[in-house]
């Protein structure tokens, strides 16, 4: 069981979501303002935060920014602003993920999913896998189906960065920061390694299933199998 803060003032939504979790197992908390929500998540320190960005008193990547200053609580931004510049702000203000509104219930859970499953580890992994694709961390050595995958440098810190993130969306400025260093803007360069990336280790590199792109957002790893 998970302890969830749902933030959204939209009383249709938050009416169908919330029997849903609690039917899932998770105990759920409903505020319905940026004021309320930095309230709740002080008081109750919950497991995940899902929270829309439109609130009636303030926005909702203030509340992000707000949050991160004391908490790492992992945060779900389910939003209808489906801009790319709105998706990119969130995830860099810190949020983990990002929903579209409207969304399927089975998406959202595998998402939710997927975070606790991440976070809840007592300890941070020591590698990846998936599928024929694996990653030791410590040894910084990646194999695909058991034979060892020769990665330039570039190569493998993106692969890593995507890793140790697995399952969630890492936007094109982390992953220039993990390959170029902090202030690196091309995102050329990062399209031509991820393509590169991708011919070594997808089965078919023009239908991947390993590296997903997210349109104008960044890319996001498959979730480990471990």
């Keep these: 069981m998970a302890h969830i803060l749902l933030v959204d003032d939209e009383i249709s939504l938050t009416s169908v979501l919330q029997p849903v979790l609690n039917a899932a197992g998770h105990e759920v908390i ?16 919950p497991d995940l935060i899902l929270l829309d960005l439109g ?12 949050l991160r200053i004391k908490h790492d609580t992992p945060i779900i ?23 579209d509104k409207p969304f399927e219930i089975g998406v959202l859970m595998a998402r939710i999913r997927v975070v606790l499953r991440r ?28 034979e060892t995958i020769r990665l330039s440098p570039k190569e493998y810190d993106l692969l890593i960065a995507l890793a140790r993130n697995a399952g969630r969306v890492v936007t094109h400025k982390r992953l220039l920061a993990a390959g170029w260093g902090v202030g690196s803007a091309d995102t050329q360069y990062l399209r031509v390694y991820m393509g590169l990336l991708r011919q070594k280790i997808e089965e078919d590199p023009g ?19 471990s």
Excluded: C, N, W
């Design 30 to 45: 409903v505020a319905a303002s940026a004021a309320k929500a930095i309230e709740e998540a002080g008081r109750l320190q």
């Design 55 to 66: 609130l009636p008193d303030a926005d909702g990547k203030s509340v992000i920014r707000t």
């Design 77 to 99: 931004v389910i939003s209808a602003r489906h801009q790319e510049a709105e998706k990119i702000a969130a995830l860099d203000d810190g949020a983990d993920d990002y929903v």
């Design 119 to 146: 976070t809840r580890g007592a300890e941070a992994p020591t590698g990846y896998r998936s599928g024929p694709l694996a990653i030791d961390f410590a040894m910084r050595k990646v194999t695909l189906a058991g």
């Design 207 to 225: 239908d991947p299933k390993l590296v997903l792109t997210e349109p104008g957002v960044g890319y996001r790893l498959a979730p480990s199998d």
